[in-house]
């Protein structure tokens, strides 16, 4: 377990700079430790009852298609509804075993309530936080 830790948190250091150097247009090699890379990437812009987003549909993409130069398997939703959204969480948690790198990439509308963390789909109605609880997807589900 512990190696996985330490993995997880070099993964987490690591990639980033490897995602940055990549989208410069540099060479990034992967060394690959067996691990198997997986992705959950969501983009939402066009929310029904808040305010719209410009660019989240936009930094998603480019952060799809990063994911995908550097090996990544992704799984990948634009304005996503509720349904869709816990579809995708689904599919991504369905393919993390042993030896699966995962990560998760959100541009959207987020709330935190309680010290609980919320992703907004496209489709949300919260008129209270009560609705947030119900209708957003809990982080604590990826």
């Known amino acids: 377990m512990a190696g996985r830790v330490v ?8 990639l980033p700079m490897r995602i940055a150097m990549a989208m410069d247009g ?16 969501i983009g939402n812009n ?9 660019n989240a549909v936009a930094d998603a993409k480019a952060m799809r298609d990063e994911l995908k130069k550097l090996g990544f ?3 990948y939703r634009q304005d996503a509804n509720r349904k869709e959204m816990n579809k995708a969480v689904d599919a991504f948690t369905s393919k993390i ?21 919320y992703l907004l789909p496209v489709d949300i109605e919260a008129q209270e936080a009560s609705d947030v609880v119900h209708d957003g997807v809990g982080t604590g589900l990826v």
């Open 73 to 75: 398997d992704v799984v």
């Open 7 to 14: 993995l997880l948190l070099t993964m987490l250091l690591i």
């Open 97 to 117: 075993a042993a030896n699966t790198v995962g990560m998760v990439f959100y541009a959207g509308h987020g709330v935190q309530i309680d010290s609980n963390n």
């Open 26 to 41: 540099r060479d990034v090699p992967l060394i690959s430790h067996g691990e198997n890379r997986v992705a959950l990437v």
């Open 46 to 54: 066009n929310y029904a009852n808040v305010t719209k987003l410009q």
